[in-house]
């Protein structure tokens, strides 16, 4: 069953968290998101192939797939849109993406002419109209991927962020929110300090998003932080993090 992280009566977003069921199928746990604005819809980051079929009957309760607007994805890992080709089939959906990504994504396809529904996203980010609201692209470049972007959506105050925050966790406890921050830190830390670029690039991105009204931010990978005070020490946390490139040495360019 979907988590509602936000519903207005108009306006509403739905967090999948149990369509991948990591000890049977030994992947990744990863979350699926819904926003539904009257009567238009956008999946974000919707995953493969094994969330295909629950996230398409998990959707219609609150939105028919057959009326789909859009998929936003962060960036083009399989666990974000290797599922692409079923939704092109299945819904009349247009695909945003980072405009690097734009041409690879097809790849994910049978090899139709998708062209006209694969939109590139301009490295500065762009509004993305939902019905009466619109869905901002916000600029997470190498956060972790080359080209990669979070979803902000201003009328839930959310911000869909991607990799960023990832914790590593099973399906059944990552629909919890974090309750105790520093507890949590051992489950994203490995992970951030990995994928992640560098430190540099987390100061770029905590002093533009704080800019931003945001009451939680939402991971693709594990829980999410709830309340400005989570969010705010979530944001800290990464604009003091070294990572990715402040890690390497020449050690880790050795012939093996």
């Given amino acids: 069953m979907p988590v509602e992280l936000f519903n207005n009566g108009h306006h509403v977003c739905l967090a999948f968290y149990d369509l991948v069921d990591d000890e049977v199928n030994h992947a990744v746990q990863a979350n699926q998101f819904l926003v539904v604005d009257g009567g238009h819809g956008a999946l974000i980051d919707p995953g493969g192939n094994m969330t295909y079929n629950e996230l398409l ?11 789909l607007d859009y998929i ?43 062209s006209s529904r694969i939109h590139g996203i301009p490295d500065a980010g762009m509004s993305v109209a939902l019905g009466q609201a619109a869905i901002k692209a916000i600029p997470a470049h190498f956060l972790h991927s080359e080209g ?10 959310i911000l869909f962020s991607g990799d960023l925050g990832a914790s590593l966790m099973d399906h059944d406890v990552a629909a919890k929110p974090v309750e105790d921050f520093q507890a949590h830190v051992p489950l994203m830390v490995g992970f951030h300090r990995r994928y992640m670029i560098s430190n540099k690039i987390g100061r770029f991105w905590a002093r533009m998003v704080r800019q931003l009204d945001i009451e939680m931010i939402v991971p693709q990978h594990g829980a999410r932080f709830v309340g400005r005070e989570m969010v705010n020490r979530f944001i800290d946390w990464i604009e003091g993090l070294e990572c990715g490139v402040d890690l390497m040495t020449a050690a880790h360019y050795e012939i093996p």
């Fill in 57 to 67: 009957m998990g959707m219609q309760r609150y939105f028919p797939s057959r009326q």
């Fill in 72 to 114: 936003l994805a962060s960036h083009a890992d399989p666990d974000i849109i290797a599922s692409l080709n079923k939704w092109m089939i299945a819904t009349p959906c247009q695909v945003m993406i980072s405009q690097l990504w734009a041409r690879f994504v097809p790849h994910f396809t049978s090899g139709k002419d998708y």
């Fill in 148 to 157: 990669n972007f979070q979803f902000y959506d201003p009328v839930a105050k």
